[in-house]
């Protein structure tokens, strides 16, 4: 079956620092990606939606430079989280999905722990 | 109120019990709903996936959608300790496109 790469799948880093987080597809095109962020014992939480070539769509709420998402091609979606606090410690996933009906695959997920 | 609630449990179960596993939903332009199995620190990977209500069965694992009462349930047969992670019921207006998920209940089943 088709495969979502997320790397890395584990950060530990300072404050204020960025961390930069990547999700590819690796046997399909990725038309549209999404990011979503999970507390624990809590929801996965819709980030922003990310269409290949086009600005990524924010949920409310969340902060779009804080965590800035590029979709440059249609394997390859990044987010990287700017000036990163203890706050944004959390387990972010992304999934991606080749066409609007397709089926949708999950990365296995990258836990930021900011010191 | 929640969009999507849903008991994160922990619920554990001896192996080859059935499991019940539920949510309840506020938004009635739900359309498509979804049951993922997510193991510790990994993506949700897809169990079962329905359109509008009805059942749905697919080996021991069995689907339910009631629209009219906002209610969603997968059912687990003859459980086995590989059953154990976290299930999340997730749904949707439009086919995998701004899905909602439950908070995802902890399955334990037991040798």
């Known amino acids: 079956g088709a495969v979502v790469s997320q790397h890395p799948s584990w950060v530990i880093c300072k404050s204020g620092t960025s961390v930069k987080i990547e999700c590819r597809s690796l046997?399909?095109?990725?038309?549209?990606m999404f990011w979503y962020r999970q507390f624990p014992k809590q929801s996965l939480m819709l980030m922003a939606t990310s269409n290949e070539g086009s600005k990524a769509t924010y949920e409310q709420g969340v902060e779009k430079d804080k965590f800035l998402i590029n979709h440059a091609s249609l394997t390859l979606s990044t987010l990287t989280v700017t000036s990163a606090h203890p706050e944004d410690s959390s387990f972010y996933i992304c999934s991606a999905r080749e066409g609007a009906n397709e089926k949708l695959f999950f990365g296995s997920g990258t836990q930021l722990s900011v010191l | 109120q929640k969009e999507v609630e849903q008991d994160p449990g922990p619920l554990s179960v001896p192996e080859g019990a059935i499991v019940s596993l539920n949510c309840t939903y506020s938004n009635s332009a739900f359309q498509y709903f979804m049951w993922y199995r997510q193991y510790s620190r990994k993506g949700p990977e897809l169990l079962m996936y329905?359109?509008?209500?009805g059942n749905k069965e697919d080996g021991r694992f069995t689907a339910q959608v009631d629209k009219s009462s906002k209610y969603i349930s997968l059912f687990i047969r003859d459980s086995q300790p590989s059953d154990s992670a976290t299930y999340l019921c997730?749904?949707?207006?439009?086919?995998?496109?701004?899905?909602?998920f439950g908070a995802g209940t902890r399955l334990t089943v037991k040798p």
């Open positions: 329905t359109y509008s209500s």
């Open positions: 997730a749904m949707s207006r439009i086919i995998n496109n701004d899905m909602r």
């Open positions: 046997d399909f095109q990725a038309t549209t």
